[in-house]
């Protein structure tokens, strides 16, 4: 036998020690059967990753076509195995309709298998789902829940869902505070989005901590990091824009400082019955920051309001442009309507309102009315900032059409009308270059609502129909079809 040296000789003296003594080679077999065991699941753990990889190619065409078919093989095959990341992948597919068919309930139950093992990105792809109302009703609440699931885990995009909402105070008590401790968490991980807020709370410095420099900085760190808003801050030199708003004159809170209003957002009672409600209030809408401490903003507003038997019609112009209407019913002492129904009445909207509540002080003989006007952003698909509307009641016009049809029209409309005191109404229309083409009979009418019948015979165009009462002429335009 060739004699044995050096590493070899250790060798056999250790096998042989293992041979003849039973208790080290039981030892030893069992730490052999321990390292196959943790380089078999590193195996496993590889490959799922590298057909995940695969996957993800196929599914966005990644240096290949798409081809969401085999993403989904490779999913499939992954999820029998339990591998909560091909969970998530696979209910992003239905959550995006890549490949299948979008299906909001079938990607909702892939996160929540995917949440229920620990997966924290599933956590937060349930949140957002939650937050937006994807195939379920909105519930900020429950949003928050999932985001902070996956922040308690360290994924970044908790950190900026469970950030978004308490600086918003969506679903959780409205702290600026604890949200920034958020968005830091997330920032520390390169989040562009957690940059983005932490940038933003520094520039517009809503709770008095402004720091035009520090946003600025975060700003360039989140363009580096790809944050797709971002070069149209630079573009448009946003932070100067908002140093210059931050540095105005403060006196257009006059209204404020003489207690016309507190600076803290008021509670309301809602005590505004439908006659006090009734006619057109104009005055100033306040808009505050989230946490409803601090007026940001203010702008001329005017609300022509119809409450009749629980009901309410409300119409928001600004400059004399009607910017939303506004029908709600009256549940309790507060007025409400969902926003579907918004959004059928305003087609094509940036916002609708969502909720509108109304309290009336009367201060030395005539009533102010406090109106708190929640409006819902429709891309955003949430509340905007907080506002508060201080109006006075303007004296009713003594004529006021209320209804035209119809309009366009072809020979015939009707017109309806309300006037104050009985008087007598003559119809007269003219053309786009101010020459009369209709001159109705003069005929008396009594007080309150009226309607009249004008059949007439024009070209197609547009015209303006006046009814000229004894001191007053009121307007409104019409179309030839």
Same mark, same amino acid.
């Given at each position: 036998m060739e004699a044995l040296t050096g590493n070899n000789q250790q060798?056999?003296?250790?096998?042989?020690?293992?041979?003849? %003594?039973?208790?080290?080679?039981?030892?030893?077999?069992?730490?052999?059967?321990?390292?196959?065991?943790?380089?078999?699941?590193?195996?496993?753990?590889?490959?799922?990753?590298?057909l995940l990889s695969l996957a993800k190619k196929y599914r966005l065409g990644i240096n290949c076509?798409?081809?969401?078919?085999?993403?989904?093989?490779?999913?499939?095959?992954?999820?029998?195995k339990g591998s909560t990341k091909a969970m998530d992948e696979m209910g992003n597919m239905f959550l995006k309709g890549e490949g299948v068919n979008q299906d909001y309930?079938?990607?909702?139950?892939?996160?929540?298998?995917?949440?229920?093992?620990?997966?924290?990105?599933?956590?937060?792809?349930?949140?957002?789902?939650?937050?937006?109302?994807?195939?379920?009703?909105?519930?900020?609440?429950?949003?928050?829940?999932?985001?902070?699931?996956?922040?308690?885990?360290?994924?970044?995009?908790?950190?900026?869902?469970? $950030?978004?909402?308490?600086?918003? $105070?969506?679903?959780?008590?409205?702290?600026?505070?604890?949200s920034i401790a958020y968005f830091e968490k997330g920032a520390a991980l390169n989040d562009n989005s957690c940059e983005y807020m932490l940038a933003l709370y520094y520039l517009t410095g809503h709770d008095d901590k402004?720091?035009?420099? %520090?946003?600025?900085?975060?700003?360039?760190?989140?363009? %580096?990091h790809g944050h797709p808003w971002m070069e149209d801050f630079t573009k448009y030199n946003v932070v100067d824009s908002l140093r210059k708003v931050a540095l105005s004159d403060q006196g257009k809170w006059a209204e404020v400082k003489t207690g016309r209003i507190t600076r803290k957002k008021r509670i309301f009672e809602n005590n505004a019955t439908d006659s006090i409600?009734?006619?057109?209030?104009?005055?100033?809408?306040?808009?505050?920051?989230?946490?409803?401490?601090? +007026?940001?903003?203010e702008q001329a507003i005017r609300l022509n309001l119809k409450a009749d038997n629980g009901t309410l019609a409300l119409q928001w112009y600004e400059n004399d442009s009607l910017l939303t209407n506004y029908n709600a019913d009256r549940l309790g002492n507060k007025f409400t309507a969902t926003v579907s129904s918004q959004l059928e009445l305003n087609q094509n909207a940036q916002w609708v309102l969502s909720a509108t509540d109304f309290d009336v002080d009367n201060k030395k003989g005539k009533n102010i009315l406090y109106a708190n006007l929640q409006r819902y952003g429709i891309e955003l698909r949430e509340p905007m900032?907080?506002?508060l509307a201080v109006l006075e009641k303007m004296p009713n016009d003594p004529i006021t059409i209320t209804n035209i049809y119809?309009?366009?029209?072809?020979?015939?409309?009707?017109?309806?009308?309300?006037? +104050?005191?009985?008087?007598?109404?003559?119809?007269?229309?003219?053309?786009n270059i101010g020459v009369k083409v209709y001159a109705g009979t003069k005929l008396n009418y009594p007080k309150g609502k009226n309607s009249m019948n004008i059949n007439l015979s024009l070209?197609?165009? +547009?015209y303006t129909l006046y009814l000229k009462g004894d001191n007053y002429i009121c307007s409104h335009n019409i179309i030839r079809k």
């Open positions: 060798n056999y003296n250790s096998m042989k020690d293992l041979l003849y %003594k039973p208790q080290r080679a039981l030892s030893f077999l069992a730490l052999l059967i321990v390292m196959i065991a943790i380089n078999t699941l590193h195996a496993e753990s590889y490959s799922d990753n590298v076509d798409v081809n969401p078919q085999k993403a989904f093989k490779i999913y499939s095959s992954l999820i029998e309930p079938t990607a909702m139950q892939y996160f929540k298998q995917a949440s229920d093992l620990g997966n924290a990105q599933a956590a937060y792809h349930l949140g957002t789902m939650y937050h937006k109302g994807y195939g379920v009703k909105q519930d900020f609440a429950q949003a928050f829940e999932y985001y902070d699931k996956a922040a308690q885990a360290g994924n970044h995009n908790g950190y900026y869902g469970a $950030g978004y909402l308490t600086y918003k $105070g969506f679903g959780i008590q409205q702290d600026y505070e604890k402004q720091d035009f420099d %520090k946003g600025k900085q975060l700003l360039y760190k989140t363009l %580096k409600l009734q006619g057109k209030w104009v005055g100033k809408l306040y808009t505050y920051d989230w946490s409803g401490q601090k +007026i940001e903003r900032y907080p506002t119809p309009n366009p029209f072809q020979n015939n409309i009707k017109v309806d009308f309300e006037i +104050i005191s009985g008087q007598k109404i003559k119809p007269e229309i003219y053309n070209p197609q165009g +547009i």
